[in-house]
């Protein structure tokens, strides 16, 4: 089609495949493999995080563990399987809580309010309308993922899922990209980067191997004034350098644009180093991001491309559609070791009284009917923040206040558009930053990820061979073919400003990298929903992090005894809205669960960031530091 027409692929509804409505129940035992299969060969753990003892799983507090607890005696077992627990949300936070639990022996079933969500925003999606002559539909996604190195508990839990010819299941899945694009516009010249583990790191990291590291790094690829370079060299190293409290306490009150100095930058520094990264890949605005968030994912960053302490290389994706490659396999799995699905089963409330959970009110979604109580002996919230504080009410706010802080929690659009394209783009081998578009817009060429896929034989009407995936990030800034924020554009005028914008950027200097009729149709989320009236909506956002966020986030474990959250706006080690947050959380959950239950099942393994061990004395003195009122002794202004 041409582009500016703005005919959609199919319908604004999405369908996805095979999800069933109130799955009939697996082996209620949990055989096939349900206990306690990943012992072994997994190497050590550096740092656990677990919920542990009665009192941890009142408050929430983390208790560092040595390693697993000793596996439950029979008695134990046969007591844990008679126990049940409601799954609210079948996200990537619900299906890890709900696979944990499992492998432990529980009766979990999940609700999961729409009728094709399971993965939640990470799944993958049905174009309806769009498959002919016995080709599946074509892809559709909330928007392009990617999982980097530094990832540890997620792909523990894609190894744990079979796959069909594939020794470590659905972790094989994932392939390296090798680099990224910084596409420019205004002649400015673009930045294409190597993206993958450097070859000769430092063998020991001290201030000064760290500072000549970045600087150079920076100043080869960036071409910014040597003033800027080392100043945001340095902020970086007394962030390296700083302890937990200055971390938590002082940086995470600080806003990213004030902690870099951008207001005092050059324009290139600020979209660079300050816009560039925060909105394009920590999802948030530079103004107000916490230093803290943005520094810390940074940080992960850095040791994953030192070849530090992680899963693999800094940029990983999937080799098919989401669902092929990962969703569907660990829904099949969960099945298998009983794990029952109830979909289009939206939960409305959660009843509270005598200081316990004592059922949830469910009802039918989207469609009418009549709600219903569902009881269980416990209750797993694992629905996005947005969703889940709807379902507390006054009584159980008031037993655990810390629910009502999440009224303060944030949320933004963050959505994704797909063009199929005639041809296929492999632009880079990786991932394009569109650094100038005044949206945010990120891409990648997906045919050239999916080596086992033929597109056009496997997908579409047979004349669609690739799909140019994106992600607006920005939906309140004017564009450049309209004068006009997202969320007051059509849903037509969206994607049609979407495609100037990438045109802006890769055919800059007469490139004719993208063409109008190469675009074949498009798919947009169908969560962004009323574009072009007064109330647009969009039912599934992102949470971001403005500075002082953390201290609104809760802990996995709540003041009610039968009563657990899991999310990527639970407390977690990253401090980010991440698939390895909501795994991480969905862990958390589980071991708070277990403490509550006096179950004596081995604790859910929970991975940290790689801290650097030269790093720690410095970190010490910063203690030092930070108790005297004293400033990080790299902080020189």
Sequence with gaps: MDVTTGTAAGSDTATGPGTDSAAAPGAADGADGAAGPRA??????????????????????????????????????????????????????????????????????????????????????????????????????????????????????????????????????????????????GGRPDLRLPFRTIDAPPARLTPEALLQMITGALGTLLRLPATELAYFAERLLVYLTSCERRRTEQWERARWWEYIRAERMSPDYQRLLAIGLTRNIVATKAEEASAHTVAHILEAFLFNFLGRGNDGEPDRVLNAPTNEAWIDPWVAHLRSLGVRFETGAALRELGYAGGRITGAVVAPHPAAGAPRTVTADHYLSALPVEHARGTWGPELRAADPRLARCDALRTDWMTGIMFYLREPVPIVHGHVNHIDSPWAVTSISQSQMWPGRDFAADYGDGTVTDCFSTIVSEWEQPGILYGKPAKQCTKEEVVREVWAQLKAGLNDRGRPVLRDELVHSWFMDPAVDGLGGPHPTNDEQLMVHPAGTLYDRPTAGTAVPNLFLAGDYVRNDLDLATMEGANQTGRAAVNALLAADGSGASRCEIRTLYQAPELAPLKRHDEARFRLGLRNVFDVG
Excluded at 66 to 91: D, H, L, T, Y
Excluded at 155 to 181: A, M, Q, W, Y
């Design 40 to 185: 072994a060969g997994r190497g050590s753990r550096r740092r656990f995080l677990a919920v542990a003892g009665g009192a941890a799983a009142a408050t929430g507090a983390g208790l560092a563990l040595p390693g697993p607890a000793a596996a439950a005696p029979p008695a134990r077992r046969r007591r844990a399987a008679a126990r049940s627990v409601a799954v609210f949300g079948g996200g990537v936070a619900g299906l890890t809580a709900a696979h944990e639990l499992a492998e432990r022996g529980y009766r979990v079933t999940v609700y999961e309010r729409k009728p094709t969500g399971l993965g939640g925003k990470a799944r993958s999606m049905d174009v309806p309308g769009t498959g002919t002559g016995g080709r599946r539909p074509l892809p559709g996604e909330h928007g392009f993922r990617f999982f980097p190195g530094f990832y540890q508990n997620l792909p523990d839990t894609l190894s744990r899922i079979p796959f069909p010819g594939n020794r470590n299941g659905c972790k094989d899945n994932l392939v390296d990209s090798t680099e990224t694009l910084m596409a420019r516009t």
